[in-house]
C-alpha cells in the first residue's frame, strides 16, 4: 500500500481516519470506533508517518503509535483550521490534519512523555487550588470589609487577623455573619494545607529529574519554575535554538512591517501562559536583588532597569532566562554568568 501519511481526526468515541498517497490523493477517508482504532491502523505499513492534530489525549495516542512503530507529527490546532476549506466536518478535518503535516513552516508539537504528563498533572491541579484560595481569600475580605473589618494585604495575614476578628465584640459583624466567615475560614485553612501538600510533592517530583539540576543553578529557577519549564518543554531538542524556544513561549515582541518599514510592539503572549508567568516571576526575583550583585548578568539587569524601568526590565529578563534554560538544558552544563552576559 502506497501510503504517504496518515491523517488523525481524534475524539471522544470515534476517530477518523485519512490516508494520503504520494501525489497527496485520497485513498482512504473512513470512521473508526474508538476501541477499533489501533486494530485498523495496524493494517497500515509501519514506518508511515502518523499527524494528528494537537488536543486532548492526543500524546496518549502518539505514545501507542509510536509503540506500533509509526512516525508521529502532532500539529498545532492553528495550522489545521486554514486548511478545512469547506464545511467543517471529521472527513474535512482529517484531510485536512493530512495536508497540514507537510507544510513548510508548520512547527510539530513533542510528544509528552509519562514523566511530563505526571508532572504537568500535579502543577495543573497545583495552580487550580491556588486560583481556589485567592478567590476564597477576595470572598472573605470583600465579606467583612462590608461590616467595616478590614484585613491587611500581606500573605498569610488572613488566616492570623481573621480569628481576632470574628472574637472581637468592638465590630459591627453579626452572629450569623461570624458563623459564615468561620466556615469560610475552615475551607481557606484546607486550601492552604492541599497547597502546601501539592507543591511539597511537586517539589519532591522533579528533583528526581536529571534535567533539575541544570535548570535550578538559572537565576530565578526554583522548583516550581523548573517544574513548568519541564512539564511544558521536555528535552528542548524539538527548538533549533533559544530564540525559538523563547518565540514558542510568546515572550518576544511581536514585529510587524510592510514596504521595508518593520515596528516592534509588545510580547506575543503566544505559547502557555502558566510557563510565561511562571518565568516573569522568576525573573522579578531577579531584578529585585540585583543591585545587590556583581555579576555580569546583574549588571546587566541593574543597567536595563535604569533605562526602561522595572517592568520592561523584568520580561526581557524573562526572555534571556528561557534561553539561557534553553541552553543549558540542551548542553547539559549548569548556569554560567559569564557566558551568559559576555561582551
Request: aromatic letters at 6%; charged letters at 25%; a positive charge.
Amino acid at each position: 500500500m502506497n501510503i504517504k501519511v496518515l491523517g488523525i481526526d481524534l475524539a471522544k468515541s470515534v476517530f477518523q481516519i485519512c490516508a494520503l498517497d504520494n501525489e497527496n490523493q485520497v485513498v482512504t477517508n473512513v470512521q473508526v470506533r474508538r476501541a477499533r482504532f489501533l486494530s485498523r491502523l495496524s493494517e497500515y505499513p509501519k514506518g508511515t508517518l502518523v499527524a494528528m492534530e494537537a488536543c486532548a489525549t492526543c500524546h496518549y495516542w502518539a505514545r501507542q503509535c509510536e509503540k506500533m512503530g509509526f512516525e508521529v507529527k502532532i500539529i498545532p490546532t492553528q495550522h489545521v483550521k486554514p486548511l478545512t476549506h469547506t464545511q467543517k466536518n471529521d472527513a474535512n478535518d482529517a484531510v485536512a490534519i493530512a495536508e497540514a503535516a507537510f507544510r513548510p513552516r508548520v512547527k510539530r508539537v513533542s510528544v509528552k512523555t509519562l514523566e511530563q504528563q505526571d508532572l504537568k498533572a500535579w502543577l495543573c491541579i497545583r495552580e487550580r487550588t491556588k486560583a481556589n484560595k485567592l478567590a476564597l481569600g477576595n470572598q472573605i475580605r470583600a465579606i467583612a470589609a462590608e461590616y467595616g473589618v478590614i484585613f491587611s494585604v500581606k500573605e498569610g495575614a488572613l488566616v492570623h487577623e481573621l480569628p481576632l476578628a470574628l472574637e472581637s465584640t468592638e465590630n459591627e459583624l453579626t452572629d450569623s455573619v461570624r458563623e459564615l466567615l468561620s466556615v469560610l475560614l475552615d475551607e481557606f485553612e484546607q486550601y492552604e494545607e492541599k497547597l502546601d501538600y501539592l507543591t511539597t510533592k511537586t517539589t519532591a517530583m522533579i528533583k528526581n529529574i536529571e534535567h533539575y539540576k541544570y535548570l535550578v543553578s538559572i537565576p530565578g529557577f526554583g522548583p516550581i519554575v523548573s517544574a513548568h519549564f519541564l512539564a511544558e518543554v521536555g528535552d528542548g531538542l524539538q527548538f533549533s535554538n533559544g530564540r525559538g524556544a523563547s518565540a514558542w513561549v510568546g515572550i518576544t515582541p511581536k514585529v510587524t512591517g510592510t514596504g521595508g518599514k518593520n515596528r516592534t510592539g509588545s510580547i506575543t503572549k503566544q505559547g502557555s501562559c502558566t510557563l510565561r508567568k511562571q518565568l516573569i516571576h522568576g525573573a522579578r526575583s531577579v531584578v529585585r536583588v540585583a543591585e545587590k550583585h556583581d555579576d555580569p548578568l546583574s549588571k546587566w539587569v541593574a543597567d536595563l532597569v535604569a533605562r526602561r524601568g522595572n517592568n520592561v526590565a523584568t520580561v526581557a529578563l524573562a526572555n534571556k532566562l528561557m534561553r539561557i534554560a534553553w541552553k543549558v538544558l540542551t548542553t547539559h552544563e549548569k548556569f554560567d554568568a559569564n557566558k551568559a552576559c559576555a561582551v
